[in-house]
């Protein structure tokens, strides 16, 4: 089993649509906690970031955190045709590794 | 400000044959990366340098790759020899420390023939 868990898609939604993406882990160490966007061709942009648990919003982008069901999530509210891309989550450990662990990706397609 | 630049873009190599990626991090971020991406994957750490020092170089392959980050800036990620089983996007990243959000380059396509 994957330390983190993402469904690859694709989620296909019309313009305008709230889009949720979600991982889920299985890390209790993990503390740190991003999404990227990642373009194809592209490299990863990161788009949040968060530490521990609560909520971020940034524009019309929310992350989640939930660490008791070891849960995130990212809402794009609004979502346009130039939100469609692979969406990545990753976290990392507070110990001596911080190393960043990776979801494979949901591929989203927002439809005009 | 500039962001991660990594050269070249692309890269098409026979097997066997060595090859070598380049990567300018962030001015004044102390944390590089080199991640692999395979196709319909999550990046993964390759190596991880704070300053000059490797300090997590667990999951390089070691008989064929290495790296090296000289004063502490620029960094070089070499496979010699190229396998088939290489072609993926390697990616570099840096973060002004270890606990700091990570930013990324474009990636270099490795296409080994």
């Known amino acids: 089993q994957k330390e983190v868990e993402q469904d690859p898609g694709p989620l296909s939604v019309p313009e305008g649509a709230i889009v949720s993406l979600n991982c889920t882990y299985s890390n209790s160490a993990f503390q740190y906690f991003m999404w990227y966007r990642q373009y194809s061709r592209k490299g990863p942009e990161l788009l949040m970031y968060?530490?521990?648990?609560g909520n971020k919003e940034d524009g019309r982008f929310t992350a989640q955190v939930d660490k008791s069901s070891k849960y995130i999530s990212l809402f794009i509210r609004d979502s346009q045709p130039s939100d469609s891309a692979t969406y990545l989550c990753a976290m990392s450990a507070l110990d001596s590794s911080y190393k960043l662990i990776f979801g494979s990706g949901t591929r989203l397609l927002v439809r005009p | 400000e500039a962001g991660v630049v990594q050269s070249p873009r692309y890269k098409i190599i026979e097997k066997k044959q060595p090859v070598a990626f380049w990567c300018n991090p962030i001015s004044g971020h102390n944390t590089l990366y080199w991640y692999l991406q395979n196709l319909g994957q999550g990046p993964e750490l390759l190596i991880r340098?704070?300053?000059?020092?490797?300090?997590?170089d667990s999951q390089l392959p070691k008989d064929r790759f290495s790296a090296e980050r000289l004063k502490g800036v620029d960094s070089t990620l070499k496979i010699q020899p190229a396998e088939l089983g290489d072609s993926a996007v390697y990616l570099c990243?840096?973060?002004?420390?270890?606990?700091?959000?990570?930013?990324f380059g474009q990636g270099t396509r490795l296409t080994v023939v």
């Open positions: 990243a840096s973060s002004p420390s270890t606990t700091e959000e990570a930013f």
């Open positions: 340098y704070e300053n000059e020092e490797a300090v997590d």
């Open positions: 968060t530490y521990s648990s």
